[in-house]
């Protein structure tokens, strides 16, 4: 037993440290190097809801919905561009009535997103949204009425080059399956998916994806994980009504979390009762931690203690926002003492561990570079400063 821990240890002890560093040199490709962050996305096939791939090998997109009366059209197009800064990839608008479907018309030309046209019931809010500038409508070919509506509506998804996405909800399952299974499950929401591929495949339309989302987290990844071993078409995740913003980023974590890093999601929202910069923030967060997309600062810090040599969340907080605006991926390191600092830094682009008496050592690219006395500059000024230079260089 000792020989076997001696020989583990040994294993660790016998790597190079030059090399543990070249490796942490380059976050973004360090699934090569690093085989236990590798997550293999399950094989899709790939549809075009505007001009954003999804599915395939396209990067995993970030959607999110707008809250503001559609009718509202400067509303809503500086909702969406309020979320456009943010990153986000693809935008839902809620088309309840004639008027807001034909809005989409002067919403669309005002923004660079492709725009999902969200449509309940109302096959004819689908047409209009198609005829006026929608990337893709949200309905589900079961719920519109008789196969003439059906065929309308796909004949115009069709002539308007409009994808679809079937958005199966547990809390809006067909009768009939309420009746079969005795309450919303998994079964009965595969099955509901399923029933809506159908139509959309008897009409030999193929360009659709689906969501099959339930408040509950075990059902939402237990549908999910069921409907991606039974088709290959691109996968919408998200959990649904998750809650506010605390909430809701928890919830969504751990099950769109579990589905991503099994593989399973083309495109993904975050629904939470916040603003939806929040859902996109949220979204790329999920992903920039599973390694499946890179974009922007990834600040690594500690929660801080007695034996901080700066206020960490102070400066942490500050820092987010001031670095809000890169887009270029980076890691940050900013940890109060030497405890973690070193250590955190070897694995970040830039790091920043508190010294004794406001003398913070500063590392680039996980070697020791220069100390910063405060005072002098503030930590937050310094750090902005050096990500800023670093943006340039990569250019
Ligand atoms: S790194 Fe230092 S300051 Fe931060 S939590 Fe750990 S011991 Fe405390």
Redo the contacts with the bound molecule.
Sequence with gaps: MLCLQFDILKKYIDIPPKKVHVEAMNPTDHTHHRPWRQIERRSSRQIMVGDVPVGGDAPITVQSMTNTDTRDVKATVAQIQDLEKAGVDIVRVSCPDEESSRSLKEISAQVSVPIVADIHFHYKRGIEAAQNGAACLRINPGNIGSETRVKELIQAAKDYNCSIRIGVNAGSLERDLLEKYGEPCPDAMVESALRHIQILEDHDFFNFKISCKASDVFMATTAYTQLAQVCDYPLHVGVTEAGGLRTGTVKSSIGMGNLLWAGIGDTIRVSLSADPVEEVKVGFEMLKALGLRHKGVTVV?????????FN?IETVEKLEKRLEHISTPLTVSI???????PG?AMMTDIGL??GGKGTHQIYIGGQTAHRLKEGDESIVDHVVAMVEEKVKSIG
């Design positions: 810090s500690c929660p801080s203690c007695a034996r901080q040599q960490v940890i109060g003492c030497v405890v973690n600092g955190e561990t508190g």
